[in-house]
Nanobody
Framework: QVQLVESGGGSVQAGGSLRLSCAAS????????MGWFRQAPGKEREGVAY?????????ADSVKARFTISRDNAWNTLYLYLQMNSLKPEDTAMYYC????????????????????WGQGTQVTVSS
């Protein structure tokens, strides 16, 4: 059974840091592009950061130089991380990890249709 389980969300003051984790199991996630998305109330879901099977990364302009995506392939579980520094109130959202079935990531900001598996989300709240 394919599962993506996020953790690490919480409440933090502006300027603070959080590290999100996603445990992906049930299939060979190590071969595929993975990504983090977020959705704030009343807004569309947006891609935040992607990482392909070779470790190449891409970021939304709004998070560049503040967020870092990484992945760690374990025995039968892939761990996806999002280190978030210098957090701003506008980073407040539900954050989701997701996986494609392709080794190369789509262009960030384009369709999210390649992402076939999704976690349940973890809430990040940044107060000013």
């Amino acid at each position: 059974q394919v599962q993506l389980v996020e953790s690490g969300g919480g409440s933090v003051q502006a300027g603070g840091s959080l590290r999100l984790s996603c445990a992906a199991s049930g299939t060979t996630f190590s071969r595929w592009c993975m990504g983090w998305f977020r959705q704030a109330p009343g807004k569309e879901r947006e891609g935040v950061a992607y990482i392909d099977s070779g470790g190449s990364t891409s970021y939304a302009d709004s998070v560049k130089a503040r967020f870092t995506i990484s992945r760690d392939n374990a025995w039968n579980t892939l761990y996806l991380y999002l280190q978030m520094n210098s957090l701003k109130p506008e980073d407040t959202a539900m954050y989701y990890c997701a996986a494609t079935l392709t080794s190369v990531c789509p262009l960030l900001g384009s369709t999210s249709r390649p992402f076939r598996y999704w976690g349940q989300g973890t809430q990040v709240t940044v107060s000013s």
